[in-house]
């Protein structure tokens, strides 16, 4: 036989291999039914229950394309591939070849990233939102208040840093203080674990405090002070600035003085922002530090974004998880500036300092 008719013998066996997998992959997806699982392996699977899946897909799918042109993925398909790999973070293939998703590697790509877009453009606005009428922002400073005794809190502030690839374009900008390639994420939760704001813009090197100073919730309360906006205060640490709508420690007080108190009662009551991360983490695996997202630094703040919606409606809708997030405490992650990054002599610093010596005598004298 000659040589070229060898060759095209052998594309054609490869064509027809080809073929039969896709048809094979394509009656598995169309056989299985996930929904038929058992709840609690069905959210070991989607970290979500089977009501807020089906709340997704009738939120997000008149979003979608009806069907997935090359590979005829059904748009509830489409959804629950995203989801798996969010619960996982393990490679694409590896989710692809899953019995109950049988799909390709490049189909799980954009799978994932249509859902990602999806939920982050229709669902963040509903789901992610600052408190700003009173009542609200009463009810969680109330809570706050029974926590610790620490008055006036409307949010804990914190940034983490979700590792990624090292990208093709100006690499060293998402290098940490740890040495490896991050996106730094600043978050503020509520005493709920609820995600009220999130920002996942900014490269790894680039620290806390200065996030803070572009960030939306810094001039909205910086704008409600200036109107005379009072006693609406978030929790940082000393990474951050110390400011009159922004609340941090002192530092190296006495135990026993009324600083040293002040500083339990604020370490106690902001514990909560690492516990809001460490359960982002622990549900939605993609974003844990073990993982690296594989996707552009872009892609990768989508993804972070509809991670905390999916948070959110987790927490909203008491999933519970077979997770113990008191015992898995992340500390591989965390990158906290001891430092003071204060400016002396800004009239703001001097009126924070103010603000902070009036809370510390009214609440912490005994």
Not at 117 to 132: D, Q
Not at 149 to 155: E, L, V
Not at 167 to 191: L, M, T, W
Not at 277 to 289: A, D, E, Q, S, W
Request: charged letters at 25%; proline letters at 5%.
């Amino acid at each position: 036989m000659l040589p070229v008719q060898m060759f095209l013998i052998n594309e054609v066996q490869n064509d027809e291999r080809m073929y039969q997998n896709r048809i094979q992959k394509r009656t598995m997806r169309d056989a299985s039914d996930p929904f038929a699982l058992p709840d609690r392996r069905f959210i070991d699977l989607f970290r979500l229950n089977k009501n807020v899946v089906h709340y997704l897909f009738e939120t997000l799918m008149p979003f979608m394309e009806a069907e997935e042109r090359r590979s005829r993925v059904p748009r509830q398909t489409r959804i629950l591939v995203a989801l798996r790999f969010f619960a996982t973070g393990d490679y694409q293939r590896g989710v692809g070849e899953e019995y109950l998703l049988s799909a390709s590697q490049q189909v799980v790509s954009r799978c994932i990233d249509e859902v990602a877009t999806c939920i982050a453009t229709n669902l963040s606005r509903l789901w992610i939102k600052f408190p700003m009428d009173e009542r609200r922002r009463n009810d969680i400073k109330r809570r706050f208040m029974e926590k610790a005794g620490f008055p006036g809190i409307i949010g804990c502030i914190d940034c983490t840093h979700i590792a990624i690839l090292a990208p093709a374009h100006e690499e060293h900008i998402y290098v940490n203080r740890k040495g490896f390639h991050s996106k730094n994420v600043q978050i503020i939760c509520n005493d709920k674990l609820e995600i009220l704001n999130i920002n996942a813009m900014y490269p790894g090197s680039t620290n806390d405090a200065f996030i803070w100073r572009g960030s939306q919730i810094k001039h909205l309360l910086e704008e409600e002070y200036n109107r005379g906006g009072r006693n609406n205060w978030l929790l940082g640490d000393s990474g951050y600035p110390l400011e009159p709508w922004l609340l941090t420690p002192f530092e190296n007080p006495n135990p026993d003085s009324p600083e040293g108190r002040y500083n339990h009662s604020h370490k106690i009551t902001r514990s909560i922002i690492e516990r809001c991360n460490g359960r982002l983490k622990l549900v939605f695996r993609c974003t844990l530090g073990e993982r690296k997202l594989r996707y552009n630094p872009i892609k990768v703040g989508t993804i972070i974004n509809a991670c905390a919606v999916l948070h959110n409606i987790s927490l909203r809708a008491a999933v519970q998880y077979e997770i113990n997030f008191q015992d898995n405490i992340l500390n591989m992650d965390i990158i906290n500036f001891q430092g003071n990054n204060q400016v002396p002599g800004l009239p703001v610093l001097e009126e924070a300092r103010q603000v902070r010596q009036q809370l510390l005598n009214r609440y912490f004298q005994r």
